[in-house]
């Protein structure tokens, strides 16, 4: 199964992504952190993604178009995958339209101001990826890997408020563009209450 994640930053799509591909078996194929792995190799590419992402701004779509084909390429791939933060462009839509058929985009729903609130809570762990919230998690250990939770750059407020702009300018567009084949659902509960509905969609699609 093919499936695409769409919403804003911080609506809750890693999450959903995570929960999906435990129980469907196919990976999260996450842009935004194919990126922050480039960003620590010491590259002229690394380099130019390491300002774009510190300033909430886009990857070029050539360069990310380029990355998510060579990622369809793995063999983990070849039952399928969600991607979590691509396509982000009218064009990197268009582009995936050539590579691949794609079976279902969900659009994660929630309000800015609850985003807002969200991610200036949002503590990621560089070891493993799981994603917590200072609102209700108190330690600053991974209780996954221990590894000592860090607060992405561009999770800190100023650079935020960019990246919902962008959203909005960018991105909502492809609500319009996939709107024959969109399945919503609300982030605006807990975690397991965003996957029930999504879950039950998916068997479905799968029957
Ligand atoms: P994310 O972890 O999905 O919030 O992505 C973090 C950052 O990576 C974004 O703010 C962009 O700078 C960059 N990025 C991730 N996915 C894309 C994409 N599909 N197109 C362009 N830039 C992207």
Not at 33 to 61: C, H, N, T, Y
Not at 122 to 127: A, H
Not at 174 to 181: A, D, Q, T
């Amino acid at each position: 199964m093919k499936i695409i994640l769409l919403g804003a930053p911080g609506s809750g799509k890693g999450t959903l992504a995570k929960k999906i591909s435990k129980d469907f078996d196919i990976p999260q194929i996450s842009t935004g952190d194919l990126f922050r792995a480039i960003v620590k190799e010491d590259s002229a590419l690394g380099r130019q993604v390491k300002g774009i992402m510190e300033s909430g701004g886009l990857v070029p779509d050539e360069v990310t178009i380029e990355i998510v084909k060579k990622r369809f390429l793995d063999d983990d791939c070849k039952n399928g995958f969600i991607l979590d933060g691509f396509p982000r462009t009218v064009a990197q839509a268009e582009a995936l339209e050539k590579i691949t058929n794609i079976d279902s985009v969900i659009l994660v729903d929630l309000a800015f101001d609850t985003i807002i609130e969200r991610l200036s809570a949002r503590r990621t762990c560089p070891g493993c990826g799981e994603i917590f919230s200072a609102l209700d998690y108190k330690s600053t250990q991974c209780d996954k890997c221990g590894a000592t939770l860090i607060q992405r750059d561009d999770d800190k407020p100023e650079t935020i408020k960019n990246r919902l702009e962008v959203y909005e300018r960018n991105t909502a567009p492809l609500i319009n563009f996939y709107s024959e084949r969109l399945f919503k659902v609300s982030s605006d509960k807990t975690p397991e209450d965003t996957y029930r509905p999504v879950k039950t969609y998916l068997e479905s699609l799968e029957a």
